[in-house]
């Protein structure tokens, strides 16, 4: 693989949405994002081979989710009230990174490959 922040600006300006997240972040940022995407793929599908395209879907959704606007509620900020008293609820704990790779990553993944990778991994429950 050869991700590159120059590559992904080029791919995400592109094919992806919302680029806004990925817009707004700068190199540093870009390159974190980058290597969080590439690395949470490969561990989760080690068994395929991962394009590019894959890890440049995945930053950008990562760069939505953790953009300036979305980052309290991935540290679990449900809402948040100021009428006189400052009011906080939180969620549940944070959701882990596998849960955010947007189907068009695994299609891109199941396309290089072959396969279809579907969003839930079929296994079987121990009593």
Do not use: H
């Not at 395209?53 to 100021?82: H, I, K, P």
């Not at 955010?100 to 579907?118: A, F, T, Y």
């Amino acid at each position: 693989m050869s991700t590159t922040v120059i590559a992904a600006d080029t791919y995400i300006s592109a094919n992806v949405i919302d680029t806004e997240g990925w817009a707004d972040s700068d190199a540093a940022k870009k390159q974190r994002m980058l290597n969080v995407a590439e690395r949470t793929l490969i561990r989760y599908y080690s068994k395929y081979t991962i394009p590019d395209d894959a890890v440049y879907e995945f930053a950008a959704a990562l760069a939505t989710v953790y953009s300036d606007v979305m980052v309290a509620g991935q540290r679990g900020v449900q809402s948040t009230s100021l009428s006189g008293v400052t009011s906080t609820s939180f969620r549940e704990g944070a959701r882990e990174l596998v849960s955010l790779i947007p189907q068009s990553c695994r299609d891109l993944i199941g396309d290089v490959n072959g396969v279809r990778i579907p969003a839930r991994r079929v296994g079987r429950l121990i009593p």
